[in-house]
Each structure stands twice: as structure tokens, then as C-alpha cells.
């Protein structure tokens, strides 16, 4: 009996191990050559690391105006950019897919600590999915905020809420869920992280 429950442990941790990192991979983005990892969480295929693409036209910044940090963690971009700025055969994820995504990994109050990656976030997430998101902050009204304890990324949908707003969700450092918000587009930049078509 102890053979058999620790075989079926055995095939379960495999299994959910492939189904959160069964396809690592790589996208290189023509317009710049920047190259970026990607990963395959369930039924959808994720870049695993923040947009650093500088476009001609359109609102952009590194944390703090920081190079360093733009290398790092991504730039921070308005959603009126965020919502064209994905290279060929990507594009920026919809709230449907930040639900898909969340239900693949168990639930708003489980996703946060998966998606979190291992380093540089105050209360560590555990990356179990290989989302990597790192505590890079955000920007909100020209100030940058949160380095190490939050960081936000826009959605494709747009609202009317008595202003402007654009869907985003966001990681924290102090919890394993995941959060989302209607953000005033005029008023936030936030990172990019595209979902292949």
C-alpha cells in the first residue's frame, strides 16, 4: 500500500510539474533583438520576462529613469501604448486570459506566490509556474512606487469608469493572490507581459 500511494505522489508531482513548465522556450522580437523567455502554463504560451522594446512613438520609462532597471525588469509603458506594442504573433493579454491563467494555477488566492519568482520580492513567491514576475514597482501620477514590494502589468481592456481606465493586475509582496484593478490610463504606466496568439 505505501508502494502504490507513493507512485501515484510520485506521478501527481510530475504532473503538475509539466503542466506549469512543460514548454520553456525563447522569442526574439525582430524590431529590436531582444531576446525573451517564454514559458508554457497550461493551454497558453506566456513571455516570462517584462517588454524592453523602445518604440519610436508612445509613452515609456525605467523605473526611476534608470537604463539599469529597464534592462532588468522591463519598461514601464502607458496602456495606449501597452496595448500595441507586442511584437508580431503576440499581443497583450485580455482579462479571459489572465482568468485561464489563474484557474491553471489554482485560484486568485494561489496564483500570486506561482507566478512570483524566487528573488527580490520582500515575502518570495516560489515560481512554480516559471512566470517570473519580478517586484519591478510601477508608476502612478509620475511617481515610481514599489520597487521590492509590487509590481503591475496592463490587460487589453478598456473601461469607462466616470474616467478612462484600462484593466491591469498586480503582485505584492505581503500575499500569495493576484489582484486586479481598472487603472486611469492618463495616470499609470505599467509592465508589459505578451501572450502568443
Avoid at 522556450?25 to 517584462?50: C, F, H, S
Wanted: aromatic share 14%; with cysteine.
Amino acid at each position: 500500500m505505501k508502494k502504490l500511494s507513493l507512485l501515484f505522489f510520485l506521478i501527481l508531482s510530475v504532473s503538475a510539474w509539466t503542466l506549469f513548465k512543460s514548454d520553456i522556450g525563447t522569442l526574439k522580437d525582430p524590431r529590436d533583438g531582444n531576446v525573451y523567455k517564454t514559458v508554457k502554463i497550461g493551454n497558453q504560451i506566456w513571455m516570462a520576462e517584462n517588454l524592453r522594446h523602445e518604440p519610436e512613438l508612445g509613452s515609456f520609462v525605467s523605473y526611476e529613469n534608470d537604463k539599469a532597471n529597464g534592462e532588468k525588469f522591463g519598461y514601464l509603458y502607458e496602456w495606449d501604448d501597452a496595448a500595441f506594442i507586442c511584437p508580431d504573433q503576440w499581443r497583450l493579454p485580455e482579462e479571459k486570459d489572465l482568468k485561464e491563467l489563474v484557474k491553471t494555477l489554482g485560484g486568485a488566492h494561489n496564483a500570486g506566490k506561482k507566478m512570483k519568482s524566487k528573488t527580490g520580492w520582500a515575502n518570495s513567491g516560489n515560481n512554480k509556474s516559471g512566470f517570473s514576475a519580478l517586484a519591478g514597482g510601477l508608476n502612478k501620477f509620475e511617481e515610481f512606487i514599489g520597487m521590492g514590494e509590487e509590481s503591475g502589468w496592463w490587460l487589453a481592456d478598456f473601461y469607462y469608469e466616470g474616467y478612462p481606465c484600462g484593466l491591469s493586475y498586480a503582485l505584492y509582496s505581503d500575499t500569495d493572490s493576484i489582484f486586479t484593478y481598472c487603472d486611469h490610463i492618463d495616470g499609470a504606466l505599467m509592465y508589459v507581459r505578451c501572450i502568443k496568439d
